[in-house]
């Protein structure tokens, strides 16, 4: 089974400034991770794909890049609806695995 | 607009049997590969299943493997989940998934979620 690593557990930061959340997997992956945002009470909601393709109306300030097994997820300058649950997932083989989460609060 | 709604969770004793429905619209749900994840209360997300457009693939999770069951019906739009010997630790909100995004089984969109408590 792939274990799916993230880095911080939870991460402070002020609306406007970066956030990079990180991912690593236990084994090389190629490109095939994605990237979920979960705010409280809500169902997941996919970002990233292919390690670097954005999902449908996911705005340009959400990144994705890496390969094999270290990903990063990039914030360019968090807005107050960013603050949330990030989480890494992989698709390489099965069983699909997920990270951990990062939190992302409000400094 | 693409729509996933659960239904069918409840309170039930351990060793119990449940099943889920998710009921799709918006999409042509015979051209998509379906899945069941789930999250524990306050806990991160977990993988449980996955069915092929067809139904004729189907994967699980080793926690579920010989107590779950996966099954769609296309002529209804419906994804099932059938859950037996049921386990405190199967406590969780249920979600169905699609696996859409091009080239990527992974889920582009997501049901609101069922409860499922197992508890005695």
């Known amino acids: 089974e792939m274990f799916m690593t993230q880095s911080p557990a939870t991460l402070s930061a002020s609306p406007g400034e970066r956030a990079t959340l990180s991912c690593r997997a236990s084994?090389?992956?190629?490109?095939?991770l994605a990237w979920f945002q979960q705010k409280p009470g809500q169902a997941p909601r996919l970002l990233i794909y292919g390690a670097s393709t954005r999902a449908t109306d996911v705005p340009a300030r959400f990144s994705g890049s890496g390969s094999g097994t270290e990903f990063t997820l990039t914030i360019s300058s968090l807005q107050s609806e960013d603050f949330a649950v990030y989480y890494c997932q992989h698709y390489n083989n099965w069983p699909l695995t997920f990270g951990g989460g990062t939190k992302v609060e409000i400094k | 607009e693409v729509q996933l709604m659960e239904s069918g969770g409840g309170l039930v004793q351990p060793g119990g049997s449940l099943r889920l429905s998710c009921a799709a619209s918006?999409?042509?749900?015979?051209?998509?590969?379906m899945n069941w994840v789930r999250q524990a209360p306050g806990k991160g997300l977990e993988w449980v299943s996955y069915?092929?457009?067809?139904?004729?693939?189907?994967y699980y999770a080793d926690s579920v493997k010989g107590r779950f069951s996966i099954s769609r019906d296309n002529g209804k739009n419906s994804l099932y989940l059938q859950m037996n010997s049921l386990r405190a630790e199967d406590t969780a909100v249920y979600y169905c998934a699609r696996d859409g995004a091009p080239g990527a089984t992974t889920f582009d969109y997501w049901g609101q979620g069922t409860l499922v408590t197992v508890s005695s």
């Open positions: 918006g999409f042509t749900f015979n051209n998509f590969g």
């Open positions: 084994q090389r992956i190629s490109s095939k």
């Open positions: 069915i092929t457009e067809s139904g004729t693939g189907i």
